[in-house]
């Protein structure tokens, strides 16, 4: 992990609530995919300083691929359906290093 980097990875989930009928994270699930990622990451002792941050963010401008999230600092994006996939993004990515390729945007 580089020295200024206060997390090693930082994750924001798109939830954006879009009203004019186009589509939007949070009509595809994006709050609980968010809190499952966050119980997660808490229960496997792997959030805090020099750890992983799960965020909420706001429009991310990727909700027609979504539901989205990006993880840096590598700025890998992500789309995903269910919390076994969010559990396999954690798990390969987050905790392993690695890509999802089956679920980049």
Request: hydrophobic share 35%; aromatic share 8%.
């Amino acid at each position: 992990m580089s020295d200024n980097l206060y997390f090693k990875k930082h994750v924001f989930f798109c939830l954006n609530d879009r009203d004019d009928g186009r589509q939007c994270c949070a009509k595809n699930g994006a709050q609980a995919a968010q809190e499952h990622a966050k119980r997660r990451i808490k229960q496997l002792d792997m959030n805090g300083e020099g750890k992983i941050r799960i965020n909420k963010a706001g429009c991310l401008d990727r909700c027609e691929q979504g539901p989205v999230l990006v993880v840096y600092p590598q700025g890998t994006w992500y789309t995903y359906v269910d919390q076994s996939d969010i559990d396999e993004i954690i798990d390969v990515d987050l905790i392993g290093g690695g890509v999802v390729e089956r679920l980049k945007v």
